[in-house]
C-alpha cells in the first residue's frame, strides 16, 4: 500500500505564490510517475502536472504553464507543485496522485492508482 499526504494549501491573495507538497509513504519503491490534479465545484478533475519517477520528464497543463513548475524528491519521498502569479481560477481543491503501473508521465487520472485526500487552494480577487 502507498499513502499520499498533501499539505501546502491555503488562502491567498490573486499573485501571491504557494509550494504544495506531497508525501508518500509505504511502498515507495513501487511508484513511477507522480502527478497533480484538481477539481474545482461543478468542474471535472483536471490534469495540472506530472513528473515521471527520476523527475527528468515533465508536463504542465497549458493553464498552469510558466506559473507553476513540478518536481520530486526521491530521497523525501516527496513531490511539490510550486505554484505561482496565482489567479481566482487556480481555485481547487488540489490531489496528488501516484501510479506503480505506468511509465513516463501520464495526463489521465484513471492510470493513478493513489490519491492523496487533497488541499484546498483558494485565491481570491
Known amino acids: 500500500q502507498v499513502q499520499l499526504i498533501e499539505s501546502g494549501g491555503g488562502l491567498v491573495q490573486a499573485g501571491d505564490s504557494l509550494r504544495l507538497s506531497c508525501a508518500a509513504s509505504?511502498?515507495?519503491?513501487?511508484?513511477?510517475?507522480m502527478s497533480w490534479f484538481r477539481q474545482a465545484p461543478g468542474k471535472e478533475r483536471e490534469f495540472v502536472a506530472g513528473?515521471?519517477?527520476?523527475?527528468?520528464?515533465?508536463s504542465h497543463a497549458d493553464s498552469v504553464k510558466g506559473r507553476f513548475t513540478i518536481s520530486r524528491d526521491n530521497a523525501k519521498n516527496t513531490m511539490y507543485l510550486q505554484m505561482n502569479s496565482l489567479k481566482p481560477e487556480d481555485t481547487a481543491g488540489y490531489y496528488c496522485?501516484?501510479?506503480?503501473?505506468?511509465?513516463?508521465?501520464?495526463?489521465?487520472?484513471?492510470?493513478?492508482?493513489?490519491w492523496g485526500q487533497g488541499t484546498q487552494v483558494t485565491v481570491s480577487s
Open positions: 496522485a501516484a501510479s506503480g503501473r505506468v511509465g513516463g508521465v501520464s495526463t489521465r487520472s484513471g492510470d493513478y492508482e493513489y
Open positions: 509505504g511502498r515507495t519503491r513501487s511508484i513511477y510517475p
Open positions: 513528473v515521471s519517477r527520476a523527475g527528468t520528464i515533465t
